[in-house]
């Protein structure tokens, strides 16, 4: 049975950092690109940061560019994602995701192979 688990969420202070993770099985998650989504109550789930099966590139939204750092075990099959600094519209649910391609993870979400059930973020003083 493929599962992605998450874990780490919960409430955060803004400026504060974020550690998520995401535990895989089920396939042979080392072959698979990783990433993390987030989406923001009310808007549509989009994806924060990207890194390859191999762990040698990453790709990083707009919104996390310079706070954010994915990274992947793949001897554990897991996939992290620390961002710093959070700001208030960080908060959402955040999703881990898995894809044959990056170009997969890349392309419309709902076309993504693999997801996570998800977990909340809140940021708030």
């Known amino acids: 049975q493929v599962q992605l688990v998450e874990s780490g969420g919960g409430s955060v202070h803004p400026g504060g950092s974020l550690r998520l993770s995401c535990a895989a099985s089920?396939?042979?998650?080392?072959?698979?690109?990783m990433g993390w989504f987030h989406q923001a109550p009310g808007k549509e789930r989009e994806y924060v940061a990207i890194?390859?099966?191999?762990?040698?590139?990453?790709w990083y939204s707009d919104s996390v560019k310079g706070r954010g750092t994915i990274s992947r075990d793949r001897t554990k099959s897991t996939v992290s994602l620390q961002v710093n600094r959070l700001k208030p519209e960080d908060a959402g649910v955040y999703y881990c995701?898995?894809?044959?391609?990056?170009?997969?993870?890349?392309?419309?979400?709902?076309?993504?192979?693999?997801w996570g059930q998800g977990i909340q973020v809140f940021v708030s003083s």
């Open positions: 995701a898995a894809d044959e391609s990056v170009a997969g993870l890349l392309g419309p979400w709902q076309e993504v192979d693999y």
């Open positions: 089920g396939v042979p998650w080392s072959n698979y690109a």
């Open positions: 890194i390859s099966w191999s762990g040698s590139s990453t």
